[in-house]
């Protein structure tokens, strides 16, 4: 885990046991008393508001210190195709922020195909009819089975964290959209997760994916998911 430097936002360091050691991630609860943004990230953000400002910076500072760890200088991590950040040349990573949190993961990508992480607040999902719309029915069952073996966790926060990192994951070696109801996903209780694809995963380079593997933890208010897809097909156990 790479630090912020100092002056910067005080590390937390909660990601570090999901991901392998290929992958460096750098995460903050504070945002940076120093904010720098590149010219063009400022212009993406110049009519946001503070809060959307704040993520956005903290965020890609947190990027910027991770890719350090790889000898990188600083450069602007701007949004490619369906809004995900494009990586310097021979570099995947991920980005996620909710309130009080920020973090980015980062790998060669001759180490890890693609990184998917999340992080949502640890509590249940909010709105009637939300977890229809993320869910499938087989999900819907499998997690009332885990609030009977295990009360007290966000299980259905958990689903969607999950297919939030496994959507992370998909885009950059696909192109495509991924909906909520395009992939099964699996939660364990020993903090793994799978993924089972319900859509063709033709990728633009190497082998067709049938899904992924992850792994999710709860703590410090959060729920965190993880997904590192090796070079090569779908995803072994994520660390």
């Known amino acids: 885990m790479t630090l912020l430097p100092a002056g910067g ?4 360091g909660l990601l570090a046991p999901l991901l392998p050691p290929q992958v460096t991630a750098v995460d903050t609860f504070h945002d940076s008393a120093e904010p720098f943004l590149f010219p063009e990230e400022e212009a993406l953000v110049a009519k946001a508001v503070s809060k ?4 956005f910076t903290t965020v890609r500072q947190c990027a910027r210190a991770a ?3 790889f000898g990188l200088p600083p450069a602007p991590i701007l949004p490619g195709a369906g809004g995900a950040p494009r990586w310097p040349g021979g570099m995947v990573g991920s980005l996620t922020h909710c309130d009080g949190y920020r ?3 980062v790998a060669r990508d001759t180490t890890v195909a693609s990184l998917g992480i999340d992080a949502e607040p640890a509590e249940p999902l909010r709105g009637e009819g939300t977890l229809n719309l993320i869910t499938l029915p087989a999900e819907r069952t499998a997690l ?3 609030a009977a073996h ?3 966790i966000p299980w259905d926060r958990l689903l969607f964290s999950a297919k939030e990192s496994v959507y992370k994951a998909w885009s950059p070696l696909t192109g495509r959209p991924l ?5 099964h996903v699996t939660l364990r209780p020993n903090g793994t997760f799978a993924a089972a694809l319900l859509v063709p995963g033709a990728t633009t380079a190497g082998p067709p994916l049938t899904g992924f593997d992850g792994r999710w933890q709860v703590r410090d208010g959060l729920a965190l998911t993880v997904v590192a897809v090796p070079p090569h097909g779908r995803t072994g ?3």
């Open 144 to 146: 009332r089975e885990l």
């Open 52 to 55: 959307r400002r704040h993520e």
């Open 150 to 152: 295990r009360p007290g």
């Open 179 to 183: 909906g909520f109801h395009d992939a």
């Open 237 to 239: 156990p994520a660390c």
């Open 9 to 12: 936002p005080a590390p937390a």
């Open 103 to 105: 973090a980015a993961a």
């Open 67 to 69: 890719l350090a760890g």
